[in-house]
C-alpha cells in the first residue's frame, strides 16, 4: 500500500478508538506547504461539527489514539483542528531502499489487469508531425507504459488521419506534378508542409480544383486503384517521417499500432444506419443529427452533433463513433483512454453520449478523454500549418540535440561520453 493508504487505515482505527462512528472519512491528504508537514488528517472539523463539539479537542482525541510511531516523528494540531504528520526521515529512505530492490518497485499490480486503450500521438497523415503533435505522443506513451508496468493489458492506437477531402487535394495536386514530369521522390514529398500548403493554395484560388479533388474523394473511397496508388505514397512517406520521430524521442509506437481513420471506412454507413433505426439521428436540412439535450445550451437548446454531412460524406465524428465501437465490442477495452488538446472536449462529450445511447460503448466500459492545452504561436493563436508557422517536429527535435550537446561540452559533462553512442536528447529521455 501506499503511504496515503497507511495513513488512511491508522486514521480510521484511531478515530474509531476515540468514539466516532465507523464510517467517518479521516479526510487524509498531502500538504500543500512544507510548514504544515507531509500529510494532513482533516477529518476531525467534519466530524466535530456533526457532534456539535470542539474540533482541537476531537483532533487531540484522534492524536492520542494514533499510532504511526513507525513513520512520523512528529503529528501537531493546527489552526481549527487540522492534524499535521510529518513523515520520519528514517522511514522513507528504507521505503525507498525497499522498493528499489523489488522488481516493480513496490507497485503493487491489480487483482484484475484491466484491458486499456490508449489513442495518442495520431498524427494527420498528410503532412509531418508538428510541435503540437509533442505533448499526446510523450503523455500518451508515459500513460501506456505507466499502465503496462502496473500489469494492464495496453492496447496502442495511433489513430492517424488519413482519409477525407484534404487526400483528394493532395491526390489532385500530386497527379498534376507527375504529368509535369516532377521527380516524386526528390521534390514532391521530400517537405510534406509545402506540399501541403501549395495544393491547399490551389484548393482555395484555382479554378475548378476544389471540384476535381472532391472527386478524388469520391473515387478514393470506392476504391478507385489509380487514386489508392497515389494515397499510399503519402501514407508511407508520412508514416517514415512519424517513424523517424518516434525513434528519437525513444517513443513505444510501432507500425502495428496504426489504426487510421480508413479503418473504419466499410463501418461508417451502418454506424449511419444504426442511429436512425434507433432513432437517435434525424435528417436535418440534408444532414444526419444527433441532439443532444444532456449538453443543451443555457436556453436550454439541444447540442447539435452532425454524423453524416449533406453530400453524404462522413465526418471525424462518424469515424470516432466507429472507433468506439471497435475498442469497446471488438478489442473488448475496460478502458478507452483518448489524449488530444482541450479544444476537443465538445466534441468527445458528444461521441460518448451518442455511442452510449446506440449501444456502441458497453456499460463496462470507461471513455475517457484526456485533454491537455494547446500549443500557440506568436500571435497567441494554435499554429496553423497552411500558413507556413508551424515548427516541425524533427526539426525542433535536432535542435534540442545541438543544444544540448553544447552545454554538456561546455560543462566537460562524462555524459558527452555516452552520447557517441546516443544523442543526450534520447539519453535523457531513456533515462
Request: aromatic share 6%.
Amino acid at each position: 500500500m501506499n503511504i496515503k493508504q497507511i495513513l488512511i487505515d491508522k486514521a480510521n482505527a484511531a478515530m474509531l478508538a476515540a468514539g466516532l462512528e465507523e464510517g467517518t472519512n479521516p479526510a487524509v491528504t498531502q500538504s500543500t506547504r512544507p510548514q504544515f508537514g507531509d500529510y494532513q488528517i482533516n477529518g476531525a472539523m467534519g466530524a466535530a461539527k456533526k457532534l456539535k463539539t470542539n474540533p482541537r479537542e476531537l483532533a487531540q482525541k484522534i492524536i492520542d489514539a494514533l499510532d504511526v510511531s513507525d513513520l512520523a516523528d512528529k503529528v501537531e494540531i493546527a489552526g481549527p483542528g487540522f492534524i499535521n504528520i510529518h513523515l520520519k526521515p528514517e522511514f522513507l529512505a528504507e521505503s525507498v531502499a525497499s522498493a528499489n530492490q523489488d522488481a516493480k518497485l513496490g507497485v503493487a499490480e491489480h487483482a484484475k489487469a484491466d484491458t486499456v486503450v490508449v489513442d495518442y500521438s495520431s498524427p494527420n497523415l498528410a503532412k509531418e508531425m508538428h510541435v503540437g503533435h509533442l505533448r499526446s505522443t510523450i503523455i500518451g506513451d508515459a500513460i501506456a507504459r505507466t499502465l503496462e508496468f502496473r500489469g494492464d493489458k495496453v492496447i496502442r492506437q495511433n489513430h492517424m488521419g488519413d482519409w477525407g477531402t484534404q487526400f483528394g487535394m493532395l491526390i489532385a495536386h500530386l497527379e498534376d506534378l507527375l504529368n509535369d514530369g516532377v521527380d516524386l521522390e526528390k521534390v514532391a514529398l521530400a517537405d510534406l508542409e509545402s506540399f501541403y500548403r501549395d495544393a491547399k493554395k490551389r484548393f482555395d484560388d484555382e479554378e475548378g480544383f476544389a471540384d476535381r479533388a472532391r472527386e478524388y474523394v469520391v473515387k478514393l473511397q470506392q476504391g478507385d486503384a489509380h487514386c489508392d496508388k497515389l494515397w499510399q505514397m503519402f501514407i508511407d512517406t508520412s508514416v517514415k517521417h512519424s517513424e523517424e520521430v518516434y525513434e528519437k524521442l525513444n517513443v513505444t509506437l510501432k507500425r502495428e499500432d496504426i489504426y487510421a481513420e480508413s479503418a473504419y471506412n466499410s463501418e461508417l454507413q451502418r454506424m449511419i444506419d444504426v442511429l436512425r433505426e434507433q432513432g437517435i439521428a434525424k435528417e436535418d436540412q440534408g444532414a444526419q443529427v444527433v441532439f443532444l439535450d444532456e449538453l443543451a445550451n443555457k436556453d436550454g437548446e439541444p447540442s447539435v452533433f452532425i454524423v453524416q454531412k449533406s453530400g453524404g460524406g462522413f465526418l471525424y465524428a462518424t469515424t470516432d463513433l466507429a472507433a468506439c465501437e471497435y475498442r469497446s465490442q471488438k478489442l473488448g477495452a475496460d478502458r478507452i483512454m483518448i489524449f488530444v488538446d482541450a479544444r476537443q472536449s465538445l466534441h468527445f462529450s458528444q461521441v460518448e453520449i451518442t455511442a452510449r445511447k446506440a449501444g456502441l460503448l458497453r456499460d463496462e466500459t470507461s471513455y475517457e478523454f484526456c485533454p491537455f492545452g494547446t500549443m500557440m504561436g506568436e500571435d497567441g493563436k494554435p499554429f496553423k500549418t497552411r500558413t507556413g508557422g508551424t515548427v516541425k517536429l524533427a526539426d525542433l527535435l535536432d535542435e534540442a540535440v545541438t543544444r544540448a550537446k553544447a552545454k554538456l561540452s561546455e560543462r566537460e559533462s562524462p555524459l558527452m561520453t555516452r552520447s557517441r553512442k546516443r544523442s543526450p536528447l534520447r539519453w535523457v529521455l531513456a533515462r
